[in-house]
């Protein structure tokens, strides 16, 4: 009876511990002491399984997201565009230039007017070989004397780059009429030296007239003009600039009262020989 309890006992306690294998004791003697269970091992390979199985994986595509893109490193990249457009582009502009007085086509009692108007600040202004005068703000004067009827000048402005601008205006001088009898025994006009060796070369004239009275002196080298003072006598000094040597040009004499006269004067360069003054033609 003792023998049955001790198995069912033995086969109880291996299905409670849930082994497939168990050591039953067999009938013996009273002396045999039961075999010890072998107890199973707290970690089977099947649980080591499951629990890899059931790590999270990294997704591939996350990876991927946080790779740098290659198109933000070339938008942030300097344009060469850029670095041209801030090139410094050479002055070719032409300076602003404007005649301010007289207008257009004016008319004029008095002989000499001033010519104003304005321009690039730092310009220069011109009418024919004469500077005017700029001040900082660009405005421009010049004192120019007229002759009697049209008077055209032409005006160039010309800034540091070199670059130029014209403008153009029409003045009328309307010169008084006077009767040319009434001065023709008062005006007296003389030629100095007729030749000359110096550079340049010059010559003097000199002679009487009514006070006020405006003498002209022009040639192809060389012009001048002066005023009869109150004492009723004049001279003038002009010089031919660049007149080659030995050579013989007229110089004409005009007065505002209406006398003319044509004179002739020589060069003279190695060996030439100076020749006196007159008192020239009348025509």
């Known amino acids: 009876m003792k023998k049955a309890l001790l198995f069912v006992a033995t086969f109880t306690l291996v299905l409670t ?40 994986l990294a997704e591939p595509d996350q990876v991927v997201e946080t790779e740098d893109k290659p198109d ?71 004192v120019l004397i007229l002759s009697p009827g049209g008077n055209q000048t032409t005006f160039k402005a010309y800034d540091a780059a070199g670059n ?29 030296f007729g030749s000359c060796s110096e550079t340049p070369p010059y ?10 009275t405006t003498v002209y002196i022009a040639s192809e080298y060389g012009s001048g ?8 006598h004049w001279d003038l000094k002009v010089h031919f600039f660049e007149m080659p040597c030995n050579q013989t040009i007229e110089v004409v004499l005009e007065t505002d009262a209406g006398h003319r006269k044509v004179y002739d004067f020589t060069t003279v360069c190695e060996g030439g020989h100076d020749e006196g003054g007159g008192e020239g033609e009348d025509k």
Request: hydrophobic residues 25%.
């Open 164 to 192: 130029e601008a014209t403008d153009t205006v029409k003045a009328f001088y309307d010169a008084p009429e006077e009767p040319k009898d009434d001065v023709s025994g008062e005006f007296t006009a003389n030629q100095k």
């Open 225 to 232: 003009s002066t005023v009869i003072g109150e004492g009723g």
């Open 17 to 56: 511990t849930g082994v497939a294998v168990a050591f039953m004791t067999t009938p013996g003697g009273a002396e045999d002491e039961p075999q010890a269970i072998e107890k199973p091992t707290t970690t089977s390979s099947a649980v080591e399984d499951i629990e890899h199985e059931t790590e999270p």
């Open 72 to 142: 933000q490193v070339v938008e942030t990249e300097d344009k060469p565009d850029e670095v041209t457009e801030t090139e410094e582009k050479p002055d070719t502009e032409p300076p602003d230039l404007e005649i301010l007085f007289p207008e257009d086509g004016q008319h004029f009692e008095e002989k000499t007017i001033a010519y104003e108007g304005v321009t690039e600040p730092g310009a220069r202004v011109f009418a024919g070989n004469y500077e005017a005068d700029v001040d900082e703000e660009g405005h421009w004067r010049i």
């Open 203 to 212: 010559d003097v004239w000199y002679g009487t007239g009514e006070p006020g």
